[in-house]
């Protein structure tokens, strides 16, 4: 038998397939083999996500139930169980715990390891991907697509186009032409209006952004943020894996549409991030010590800054004064920005006498709101910032 060659780079990406309606499944087992999706009843309730069955379809999340509902007649809407996914994500963190020394959670449902220096006692990546999958559907009764590519960006494209259930190897020097046949949307930072965009030029596959032919109007389209985005489009990526540790931090980040330079727009952007991560943490009775800014340019540069509170908090309004300063210390102006994220760190036990009876009140119910009906229905002001 051939030794297996090792890689010089080698990272893991796992993404739990429709975890919200799988986790439903799993704890019920009456709805085995039917149609779910999450969500809230007609005529004002959306869908949050959809089993795979159900998006055959054409269930999607942030779809109208009603319309959902007449899609698919035999739909079975559940509520969403916000405790029960916490639950499932710390079950998955402490399996991981056993197999990789640090994890980078990009969401509540997606991670990525940096196998490079494990590849000794894993030098089959097939047999170590299959080995996480077991092992997470032990744990959890979920099902979960892993792909091992020399990058997150391969990565994450290879899961996304092997879902689900799937598992999938991309070889170092194959990145190119795995890349090459894949619908240009499926590179991410392409959201739907940049692959209209392209479709309309005849831009229909990764591959296709190395075509001479396209060169005028995707030069037009992104300037002399092309080079980086055909860089990417070979497999050239070398953003590392951030880890974090366990119980210690949550965050948000999300990748534009379009790269912008609109620093109200960045700070919008954080706000939300603030509101939904705050609502979490204090449905976990917890409260954060630290928060960390990331900022990815036009050209894939990763930067970060971190600060520290001078006392553990769980509400938006004295957080966002600090939070705000360190986005904009942080912002170049001019320079355009594809991804923006917001973690908060360092977390311990909220204090009963965080704020007054008062305010607890009226936070308490808030979040009663919030858990019925999204987190963009209601904000708190008012609150001292310090």
């Known amino acids: 038998m051939n030794e297996l060659k090792k890689w010089a780079r080698q990272i893991l990406f796992g993404d739990i397939d429709a975890m ?11 709805l085995m083999g039917k149609l ?3 969500g809230l009843p007609p005529p004002r309730g959306i869908i949050t996500a959809a089993s795979y069955p159900a998006r055959q379809y054409g269930v999607t999340a942030a779809m109208p139930t009603a319309r959902a509902l007449r ?6 809407v559940v509520p969403p ?7 499932m994500h710390l079950r998955m963190r402490e399996t991981l ?9 990009s969401s509540i449902d997606e991670f ?14 097939t047999a170590m991907g299959r080995t996480i999958k077991e092992a997470l559907f032990e744990a959890t009764g979920l099902r979960c697509t892993v792909a091992v590519a020399t990058g997150k960006t391969v990565a994450k494209v290879a899961a996304d186009c092997h879902k689900p259930d799937g598992l999938a190897v991309i070889e170092p020097g194959t990145e190119a032409g795995f890349l ?14 940049t692959a209209a965009i392209l479709a309309r030029a005849g831009v229909r596959s990764i591959g296709d952004l190395h075509d001479p032919r396209f060169e005028p109007d995707l030069r037009r389209l992104w300037g002399h943020r092309l080079r980086a985005i055909q860089a990417l489009a070979q497999g050239y990526d070398t953003e590392p894996v951030v880890p974090d540790r366990p119980h210690k931090s949550i965050g948000h980040e999300t990748t534009f549409d379009q790269d912008t330079a609109d620093s109200a727009l960045l700070e919008k952007t954080v706000h939300e991030f603030l509101g939904r991560l705050t609502h979490e943490l204090r449905m976990d009775g917890l409260a954060a ?36 300063a360190a986005l904009n210390s942080l912002v170049r102006p001019g320079t355009p920005y594809r991804l923006v994220g917001l973690t908060l760190g360092d977390l311990v036990p909220a204090s009963p006498t965080l704020f007054d009876q008062r305010t607890d009140q009226a936070i308490a119910a808030m979040d009663t709101l919030i858990e019925r009906h999204g987190s963009g229905v209601i904000r708190l002001g008012g609150l001292p910032s310090e």
């Open 20 to 30: 919200y309606a799988s986790s439903a499944i799993a704890v019920n087992p009456e």
């Open 36 to 38: 779910v999706a999450v």
């Open 71 to 76: 899609l698919c007649p035999d739909l079975i």
């Open 81 to 87: 169980d916000h405790d029960l996914y916490r639950r």
């Open 97 to 105: 715990q056993r197999f990789f020394p640090a994890v980078e959670w």
């Open 112 to 125: 990525y390891a940096d196998t490079t220096d494990l590849q000794t006692r894993y030098p089959d990546p």
């Open 180 to 193: 090459a046949t894949q619908p240009v949307k499926a590179l991410p930072g392409i959201g739907p209006k």
């Open 289 to 324: 010590g630290s928060f960390r800014i990331k900022l990815k340019d036009w050209r894939f540069r990763v930067t970060t800054r971190q600060r520290h509170f001078s006392k553990p908090l769980n509400h938006d309004s004295p957080m966002w004064q600090e939070i705000r």
